[in-house]
């Protein structure tokens, strides 16, 4: 009898088996996807909501790209182009404080409703009132008396510089000469929201409004939602009522919220994928192999760097921080630990015409010179301190070869405090570590993004270090009009930040990533923005 | 048995109140805050934020406000980090995928498993039996995130017909099920033989051998109840365990199943979804225990009330 | 007259008799030695030593194994990985049978009421969050268990590389243990109940013999083997909830490391450098079939009901 069991078992298993190796000529959903005009995009993770004046986060700004589209639009080429996006063009006056914008005429949500002036001025508006919360927005403290309203220590917002001068005029002045106030209005907290719609579900600075809701959401950018299934996917179609329509190629976007890198990798393999979100080095050996004509390896406008607490013995040493940073040997870490990234010698990676001063670097013999002043002759008596990571890959195959170094040159000891996630980010900002592994991203190109935050108090500083220098040379910066000299006097800034290194800048970032043949117009860019109306798909790759 | 049933029930509520207390007090013990995030987000918004959720309230005043909407308006929450979303929401969109996957997995588990126990079990030390222990073996020493690599790149890069990842191609449930499935067979495989081989070797087998009885007819008949116990005593744990535990296999094929939210839940110290699910979780184990000691009882006589 | 026996005595002659159990604790003998006094032999590298020259290497006369993504010899690494992979296995996993198998004899024994209470407290910790009570356990459990790696490194006099890795496990080691034995328990408390309802527990009552001895003398012992299987099969699943641990950042902290962990490295990078995940999973796979057979060869051997011969 069980000899009959097993020969029913073995058919069992056999139909299957030939069910699927039959269906062998099946159209992969890559090539139906090019054929229908959607792109398949990975994206990392699902997106925390999809408010413009809610969200902070990069995968969040890759879907609000395709459904708003602010006063200056990304450009698909150049990092540094501003071309017009809802506004015909934003003109400065003679001291580039006060900036005039002219909307275009024939701008539409996509309700059909017209984009007017008061759209932008109800969201600038929206985005700084109290009540609403709202976590980043300090990126519109360019304008003049927002910080103060924000703050609540003014009331009315006639004294913020926003002003309607018509329907499609709408003036701005700002805090202070800001020549590359463009540049910044391509940030998604600049677009504008309908106020139609907010209004009808809700009051201008409530929280938890439903309008963004899948039945509910309108936006002018050149798509609009179509279906959003938790952790499955965000599909955005084309907004008919979007101004250039007409020239839009593409006729939807699909983001998968693809939280591990080697599933990513996988899938595109398998033609599931058109654009994956990243690359580890695993996938980036293997495709240099297979197929190397999909890979990117592309400059981000991002730095990963380490924190020193400069509150701590004996990181109070400016001698014994510069050593440390001198004795890592980052074109070492940029060929194993990170593939493809630059090695930092400063932490603002170029952008534009901003070149970051030259002086973070590997030295072993100064570095052992300085630890010897300092007080330490070949790590002797140096306390034991530690590196602070949160468990995620690279910090700590990073931290590890921080360590072997520090021990190989200097004689210095580090151990490896790893922590979770959400502990890990307390920590650091109660400023209960000795050295921490750190990494930013820049919201916008331009120098400030990166220097900002290291100004005495500011809530991204976390070092303890303070420099009344340094302070009074962006203090200087934020009146000058002139950009070349702005740059130069940001320049000084960030040598005197480097030079006390509260940091120990590492590695300049290079977005590794994977595109299917079928792609075409999906140029390299910095803060990788990449805009979806102007790429195409062409089917047969 | 009706009484059974009820008393179960009348245990299975305090159970889940003893919980729902439990798990609140426990999530607010957590060191961190659902408000920390890699850029520092500003005090006066943080405030703000703070008091939108009511979490500047004093714990029994949280606690209490948490009862009642739960007791009166059935309302679980709302997400702290996510405007607008309920836990109700995340639950009801989860489950569905987390139960088709989590059934698929035990039904191939036990349809190859449960057989490649008993098979073993009675031609034991023989190939066979090495055979299936052996496959059982491969089943429990390689973790889900090297089995399920290793299909999605062998079975889902080589077949055309087959996605290494996804839940949208009708096809997609049967890589991860499989790896699930295969896993939990192992399990399975090693519990039948084991309890199979317990009951071979006592003596009412011996009588019904020794009346004359087919091989096979023992086995069916008189062995096989007494010597699944152990084996069904697993399913239960093992399915609990699939829907709350295929957090690696969501992440391997991509699957927007329930799993992920229980690590990630407790990783982003979201307190309503965190307490959300556990009421969840423990309804449904209350549920499951409830139907594994039924099945116990209809597979064994003796402990029904003479 | 034959010679009298015991139960124990029978036992070990049926175990020395069972060849695949033999050669099972062969090889588990000779992995816990590689393991625990491996590395005390000279020619055993360091498995923290990084050369970053010599990334992922292949096995040489130098590396046998070859090395890792950051140049570390893979061997010393499987050897040490050994040491925490088999303490939290063995440790944890004995934790665990013991309280759940007295929990759910008692429980499976006892019966009506207070087989009910047992069984709900089960069935709310196995509700609770587990992460959540990982989370805070390692919160709870961190500075006690760095004082006592301080006070053990003083005492001994061992160095820190060899202290640190296994006293810092100590919490993970009760954790897990705290939560492994549910699933023991409600299985012991299953076989339980149906033994305890045969003819030869209704002599023992009537003898008046004592519930505890009829419990842990006469009913236990013939649950004794699914007691021991589901012991083997645990012991890989709580190996492997280690790394899952670790991953998360709250078990086996860099640079030291363990099977699983090395497993989940090498399952990474599958395509690339295989035998980064085949090194591990060997010793990995070897040691739990290893068990394996040696539960069935125990089980067999412990068996009242197995021919003498």
Known sequence: MFRGVTFRALFLIAAPVCWLLASCQKESQVDRATREGILLVGNANEPKGLDPHIVSGVLEANILRALFEGLITNDPESDTATPGGAALDVTPDATATVWTAKLRPDGKWSDGAPVTARDFAFSYERLL?????????????????????????????????????????????????????????????????????????????????????????????????????????????????????????????????????????????????????????????????????????????????????????PLNDVRVRQALGLAVDRQAICDTVFRGYKPAYAITPAMGNYHPPRIAGFDPEKAKRLLAEAGYPGGKGFPRLKILIAS??????????????????????VEIENKEWNAYLVAMQDLDYDIANAGWIGDYLDPL???????????????????????????????????????????????????????????WQSRNYLVHPSVQGWKPLLLSNNPYQFIRLVPGR | MIRLIISRLGQGIITLFVLVTLTFFLVRAMPGSPYVEEKAIPEHALKRMREYTGLDQPLPVQYFRYLKNL???????????????????????????????????????????????????????????????????????????????????????????????????????????????????????????????????????????????????????????????????????????????????????????????????????????????????????????????????????????? | MEKGTSLWKDAWHRLAHNRAAIVSLGVLIVILLLCFIGPLLPFVKSPTAINLANSAAAPSAAHWFGTDPLGRDLFARVLYGGQVSLLVGLVATAVAVLIGVIYGAVAGYAGGKIDDLLMRFVDILFALPFLVLVILFALVVDKPASEFTEWMIQTTGFA?????????????????????????????????????????????????????????????????????????LAVPGIMLLESVLSFLGLGVKPPNSSWGILIKEGADRMETSWLLLFFPSLFFASTLFALNFLGDGLRDALDPKSAKD
Request: charged content about 20%.
């Open chain 1, 129 to 313: 009132t109290p009540e609403l919360g709202a976590k980043y927005a300090e990126m519109l403290y360019f304008l003049k008396g927002a910080e103060e309203f924000n703050k609540g220590k003014t009331t009315d917002f006639a004294a913020v510089g926003v002003e309607v001068l018509d329907d499609l005029t709408l003036r701005l002045t700002l805090r202070g000469p800001t020549p590359y106030f463009r540049e910044i209005l391509k940030h998604y907290t600049w677009t504008a929201v309908p106020q139609h719609v907010v209004l009808k579900h809700g009051k201008i600075g409530q929280r938890g409004n439903p309008w963004t809701r899948p039945e509910n959401i309108v936006g002018n950018g050149p798509y609009q939602l179509k279906s959003w299934r938790r952790t499955h996917h965000i599909e955005v179609e084309r907004n008919p009522h979007y101004w250039n329509a007409a020239n839009v190629s593409l006729n939807g976007v699909r983001f998968l919220p693809i939280t591990n890198l080697y599933t990513e990798a996988r899938m595109f393999r398998d033609g599931q994928l058109h654009v994956t979100y990243a690359a580890t080095s695993e996938v980036v050996d293997l495709m240099k192999k297979e197929h190397p004509e999909n890979l990117r390896q592309e400059p981000y406008v991002g730095t990963a760097f380490y924190r020193y607490n400069t509150t701590r013995k």
């Open chain 1, 392 to 413: 995620k890959e690279t910090a700590a195959t990073l931290a590890q070869a921080v360590q072997a170094m520090w021990r190989d040159t200097l004689g210095v000891e």
């Open chain 2, 71 to 306: 007791v009166v308006h059935q309302d679980l929450g709302d997400l702290i980090k996510k405007d607008g979303v309920k836990v109700s929401e995340i639950i009801s969109e989860s489950f569905p995928v987390s139960l088709a996957l989590g059934v698929l997995s035990i039904g191939i588990a036990l349809v190859v498993g449960i057989p490649a126990g008993v098979v073993a079990a009675v031609r034991k030390n023989t190939c066979v039996d090495f055979a299936c222990l052996s496959f059982a073996m491969v089943g429990i020493c390689l973790p889900s995130f090297v089995i399920g690599p290793l299909l999605a790149v062998t079975a889902g890069l080589g077949l055309k017909s087959l996605n290494v990842a996804g839940w949208s191609s009708p096809g997609d449930w049967i890589l991860p099920a499989v790896t699930l499935g295969l896993i939990n067979a192992a399990y399975l495989a090693r519990l039948a033989r084991g309890g199979m081989l317990d009951v071979l070797s006592q003596d009412y087998i011996r009588t019904a051998r020794a009346k004359g009885a087919p091989g096979s007819r023992v086995v069916i008949r008189h062995a096989l109840r007494g010597g699944l116990i152990p084996a069904v005593a697993f399913i239960g744990p093992a399915f609990a365990g699939m829907i709350s535990g295929s957090f690696v296999i969501e992440t391997i094929f991509q699957i927007p199943g329930m799993g992920q939210h229980f690590v990630n839940a407790a990783t982003d110290r979201e307190f309503f979804l965190i307490q959300g699910l556990v009421l969840f979780y423990g309804f449904l184990i209350v549920g499951a225990n409830l139907l594994a000691d039924l099945a116990q009882i209809a597979l064994n006589p003796r402990l029904r009330k003479a």
């Open chain 3, 160 to 232: 820190r590389d060899r202290v640190a890795p296994i006293t810092t496990l100590i919490p993970l080691f009760i954790a897990i243990g705290a939560i492994g034995w549910l699933t023991i328990a409600r299985i012991v408390r299953a076989q339980v109940m149906a033994v305890k309802k045969q003819e030869f527990v209704e002599a023992a009552v009537s003898l008046g013999l004592g519930r505890g001895r009829i419990l842990f003398r006469h009913i236990l012992p013939n649950v004794i083997g699914p007691i021991i299987i589901y012991t083997t």
């Open chain 1, 449 to 507: 993004t990166f220097l900002e935050m290291w100004t005495p108090g500011n809530g991204n500083n976390l070092t303890g270090w303070e420099s009344p220098a340094f302070l009074k040379l962006l203090q200087q910066s934020f009146q000058e009009t002139d950009g070349t000299r702005r740059f130069e006097l940001l320049q000084q800034a960030e040598s005197i930040l480097i030079e006390e290194a509260p940091i120990l800048p590492v590695a």
